[in-house]
Protein backbone atom coordinates (compact mmCIF):
# COMPACT_ATOMS: atom_id res chain seq x y z
CA UNK A 1 0.00 0.00 0.00
CA UNK A 2 1.19 3.53 -0.77
CA UNK A 3 -0.13 6.94 0.85
CA UNK A 4 -0.01 10.64 -0.10
CA UNK A 5 -1.42 12.63 3.05
CA UNK A 6 -1.55 16.29 2.44
CA UNK A 7 -1.08 19.16 5.20
CA UNK A 8 -1.05 22.82 6.01
CA UNK A 9 -4.47 24.26 4.43
CA UNK A 10 -6.55 26.31 5.89
CA UNK A 11 -8.06 30.20 5.88
CA UNK A 12 -5.55 32.74 4.45
CA UNK A 13 -6.16 36.61 3.91
CA UNK A 14 -5.05 38.00 0.44
CA UNK A 15 -1.06 38.40 0.41
CA UNK A 16 -0.69 36.05 3.10
CA UNK A 17 1.27 32.68 2.96
CA UNK A 18 0.71 28.63 3.58
CA UNK A 19 2.94 26.09 2.88
CA UNK A 20 1.86 22.69 1.94
CA UNK A 21 3.32 19.36 2.69
CA UNK A 22 2.88 15.87 1.45
CA UNK A 23 4.53 12.75 2.65
CA UNK A 24 4.44 9.23 0.76
CA UNK A 25 4.53 6.35 2.78
CA UNK A 26 4.32 2.73 2.29
CA UNK A 27 5.53 -0.02 0.51
CA UNK A 28 8.09 2.61 -1.53
CA UNK A 29 11.22 1.45 -3.46
CA UNK A 30 11.35 4.95 -5.23
CA UNK A 31 9.61 7.99 -5.69
CA UNK A 32 9.92 9.82 -9.35
CA UNK A 33 8.23 12.80 -10.45
CA UNK A 34 6.21 14.85 -7.86
CA UNK A 35 3.30 17.38 -7.74
CA UNK A 36 0.49 19.51 -6.76
CA UNK A 37 -2.89 20.12 -8.32
CA UNK A 38 -5.65 22.14 -7.81
CA UNK A 39 -9.38 21.99 -8.33
CA UNK A 40 -11.69 25.15 -7.25
CA UNK A 41 -15.55 24.69 -7.74
CA UNK A 42 -17.12 24.48 -10.96
CA UNK A 43 -13.39 24.20 -12.67
CA UNK A 44 -11.39 21.47 -13.18
CA UNK A 45 -8.53 19.85 -12.06
CA UNK A 46 -5.38 22.10 -13.15
CA UNK A 47 -1.71 21.40 -12.74
CA UNK A 48 -0.23 24.17 -10.03
CA UNK A 49 3.40 22.59 -10.18
CA UNK A 50 5.52 19.90 -10.60
CA UNK A 51 9.09 18.55 -9.39
CA UNK A 52 11.66 15.99 -11.18
CA UNK A 53 13.63 13.76 -8.65
CA UNK A 54 16.66 15.71 -9.95
CA UNK A 55 14.51 19.14 -9.00
CA UNK A 56 13.59 20.56 -12.33
CA UNK A 57 10.62 21.94 -11.58
CA UNK A 58 7.47 23.83 -13.73
CA UNK A 59 5.21 26.00 -12.70
CA UNK A 60 1.65 27.34 -14.52
CA UNK A 61 1.39 30.71 -15.43
CA UNK A 62 -0.67 32.29 -12.58
CA UNK A 63 1.68 30.93 -9.52
CA UNK A 64 4.96 31.83 -11.29
CA UNK A 65 7.29 33.94 -9.11
CA UNK A 66 4.78 33.61 -6.05
CA UNK A 67 4.37 29.33 -5.37
CA UNK A 68 7.92 27.77 -5.07
CA UNK A 69 7.89 23.38 -5.32
CA UNK A 70 10.38 21.77 -3.09
CA UNK A 71 11.42 18.26 -1.87
CA UNK A 72 12.67 15.93 0.40
CA UNK A 73 13.79 12.58 -1.09
CA UNK A 74 14.93 11.23 2.20
CA UNK A 75 11.85 11.59 3.48
CA UNK A 76 9.68 11.09 0.67
CA UNK A 77 8.24 14.22 0.85
CA UNK A 78 7.33 17.48 -1.36
CA UNK A 79 6.33 20.97 -0.07
CA UNK A 80 4.55 24.03 -1.64
CA UNK A 81 5.56 27.20 -0.64
CA UNK A 82 2.65 29.71 -1.17
CA UNK A 83 3.12 33.85 -1.28
CA UNK A 84 1.15 36.15 -2.43
CA UNK A 85 -1.76 34.16 -2.38
CA UNK A 86 -4.92 35.53 -4.30
CA UNK A 87 -8.66 34.63 -4.02
CA UNK A 88 -8.29 32.80 -7.00
CA UNK A 89 -5.97 30.51 -5.48
CA UNK A 90 -8.63 28.98 -3.39
CA UNK A 91 -9.04 25.27 -4.04
CA UNK A 92 -8.60 21.56 -3.10
CA UNK A 93 -4.97 21.14 -3.45
CA UNK A 94 -4.11 17.71 -4.05
CA UNK A 95 -0.84 16.18 -4.17
CA UNK A 96 0.47 13.49 -7.02
CA UNK A 97 3.43 11.42 -7.46
CA UNK A 98 4.90 8.47 -9.62
CA UNK A 99 6.06 5.85 -7.69
CA UNK A 100 7.91 2.88 -8.08
CA UNK A 101 6.77 -0.01 -5.19
CA UNK A 102 8.87 -2.45 -3.84
CA UNK A 103 9.00 -5.87 -6.08
CA UNK A 104 8.73 -3.11 -9.11
CA UNK A 105 5.05 -1.57 -9.94
CA UNK A 106 4.84 1.75 -10.68
CA UNK A 107 2.19 3.84 -10.65
CA UNK A 108 0.82 7.62 -10.03
CA UNK A 109 -0.88 8.19 -6.09
CA UNK A 110 -2.90 11.05 -5.24
CA UNK A 111 -3.36 12.29 -2.29
CA UNK A 112 -6.83 13.43 -0.74
CA UNK A 113 -6.44 16.79 -0.69
CA UNK A 114 -6.26 19.59 1.61
CA UNK A 115 -8.40 22.98 1.25
CA UNK A 116 -7.01 26.38 1.02
CA UNK A 117 -8.91 29.47 1.16
CA UNK A 118 -8.07 32.80 0.44
CA UNK A 119 -10.35 35.72 1.84
CA UNK A 120 -10.59 38.82 3.97
Known amino acids: QVQLVESGGGLVQPGGSLRLSCVAS????????MGWYRQAPGKQRELVAS???????KYTDSVKGRFTIYRNNAENTVYLQMNSLKPDDTAVYYC??????????????WGKGTQVTVSS
Open 96 to 109: NADIIRLYGQQDWY
Open 51 to 57: ITSNDTT
Open 26 to 33: GSIFRVYD
